[in-house]
Structures are given as structure tokens and as C-alpha cells.
């Protein structure tokens, strides 16, 4: 795995972390749009379990290459679905906030978790 990857990884794996951390915080920053965009709340914390288990992901995915590959498809599903979301809702200027979170994490996958 080049550096870059495991620098990419890493950033992601702490964006990722600190928005799981964020919504179990019940930031304003997240759980405002989240009550905006109508997702219903008992989901919030599962929301949170799987950006933490997505972090968490990356970071084992340095030294277990498919468990990095799993961990970054997922979070490149977790948000678009968070994309969608703000479609949905309408929100379209916030759309840029999942893409920037989703980003570290696709570019690892592209360079590479295989070595």
C-alpha cells in the first residue's frame, strides 16, 4: 500500500470517526439537518455505529486489505445514501458535506488497500 493510500485512509478514518462521534454527541452541526431532512431519530445512533464501524475499518484495512476494501464501499454507500438524502430534503448546498466525508475514503479504495 503506497503512502498516499495509507495517508488517505487515515484522514478518512478520522473524518469519518469524528462525525460518528458527532452524532452520538447529538451535535448541532449533524443532528439539526438530520431532524431537517426527516430522518427519524431512533436511526441516529445506528447512523453513527456505521460511520464508527466504517472508521474503524479503514484503519484495520491497513493491515487487513479486504476488511479496508469492505470498510471503504461501504462508507461510499453510507454517503451517498446521505447524498439522496439531502436531495430529498431539498437541501441541495449540503450535498457537498457528505461528498467531502466520503472522498479520503474512495480515494484509499482507488489507490489500493491491496498492497
Do not use: C
Amino acid at each position: 500500500m503506497s503512502t498516499t493510500a495509507v495517508v488517505f485512509a487515515l484522514v478518512g478514518a478520522l473524518m469519518v470517526g469524528f462525525s460518528a462521534y458527532s452524532v452520538f454527541a447529538k451535535a448541532e452541526f449533524v443532528v439539526g439537518p438530520l431532524a431537517e431532512y426527516g430522518v427519524p431519530r431512533a436511526w441516529w445512533t445506528w447512523l453513527g455505529v456505521a460511520k464508527a464501524a466504517g472508521a474503524v475499518g479503514l484503519v484495520v484495512g491497513l493491515f487487513v486489505p479486504v476488511i479496508g476494501v469492505a470498510a471503504a464501499i461501504g462508507i461510499a454507500l453510507y454517503f451517498a445514501g446521505a447524498v439522496i438524502t439531502t436531495f430529498r430534503a431539498k437541501a441541495y448546498a449540503h450535498a457537498v458535506f457528505p461528498i467531502v466525508y466520503a472522498a479520503p475514503a474512495v480515494v484509499a479504495l482507488a489507490l489500493g488497500f491491496s498492497g
